[in-house]
């Protein structure tokens, strides 16, 4: 069994990988700075679920590099999770987003190669770093946007064209991964990541959309649609994601130095809001009512990954449909919206 570190572990993806780990037998140290609503929550569950002492908790943020380092040592996976989220956010405060996610993926990447013993270093980076994609030709159909040309999505040989500062950071971390593969010999895997969903998502306005579209219309709070919601993603649940860094650790011998587009490709994919719309309203079993606004600096018309690289180097590919998907993430926000009083 593995010792392993997860920064950003009490957040929405770190808590279930954490959860998954731990199951698995392994020694797991979570390393959050407990900042983002339901950090807390999500610990509370990881206890409630696996017990006291299951696993132990770092208060602390990435950029702080010595505490990291101490918490780093000796471990033989880092899955590196923390950092700022949300492009509006980096639009306003860019200095900060360039320090958690630049500064403290090289933080990361310092204390794994130092004190770590050899360990796998699998770094979530963003669909975001391949830019607004405005080049790429696309049709406008009824209810979504769609590649012209694209049968497949967008491949992990794409052009990189960062597009908003969150995109930059990112963007950096996402090469620094990379290059201490080529430099240093680490064992990094680059994961860029589509829009993940599923439990244990506090979905806020600006990121993880699907579950605050969700949590918005129980509570009936306003939903702001930026762009004609016609904009498509590919959305991938969160126990498929959680399946490829399975597969990566699996298969590291191929993984190592490796960048991966993950999401749900092109047979899992939903326009934001002319498609999910209805689908939110025939779960609720009511209207959903919305405001519409301007579009947002960097926002994509389409974004499909191609993850047919890690189909066939991990031998992965998604599982869950996304009604599946969808309503197992709305009976999870409607049986515990009392974790959402802070809204």
Sequence with gaps: MARA???????????????????????????????????LRNVDWLVATHGFGAFQLVAADVRDFDTLRRATEGVQRVYHLAGQVAVTASVHNPRKDFEENALGTL???EAARHVGDDPIVMYASTNKVYGRLEHVPIVEEATRYRYADL?????????????????????AGDQYTRDYARIYGLKTVVMRQSCVYGPRQFGLEDQGWLAWFIVAALK????????????????????????????????????????????????HTLSVW???????????????????????????HVYISDIRKAERELGWKPRTPVRAGV?????????????FDHL
């Design 327 to 339: 309503r197992q993430l709305f009976e999870w926000v409607r049986d515990n919206l009392h974790l």
């Design 151 to 171: 049968e497949h999505g967008i491949s992990e040989t794409f052009p990189l064209d960062f597009h908003s500062p969150y995109a930059c950071s990112k963007g």
């Design 274 to 300: 002319a498609e999910f719309g209805p689908m939110l309203e025939e779960l609720f079993g009511r209207p959903v009512p919305v405001n519409y606004a301007d579009w947002r600096p960097g926002d994509q």
């Design 220 to 267: 009936e709070r306003p939903i702001t649609i930026y762009g004609d919601g016609k904009q498509v993603r590919d959305v991938l649940f969160i126990e498929d994601l959680l399946d490829v860094y399975d597969a990566a650790v699996e298969h590291i011998d191929m993984a190592a130095g490796q960048i991966y587009n993950i999401g749900g490709g092109p047979h």
């Design 5 to 39: 570190l997860v920064t950003g572990g009490a957040g929405f993806i770190g808590s279930n990988l954490a959860s998954r780990l731990i199951g698995q037998g392994h020694e797991v140290i979570i390393y959050d700075n407990m900042s983002r609503p339901g950090c």
């Design 107 to 109: 933080n990361v990447l």
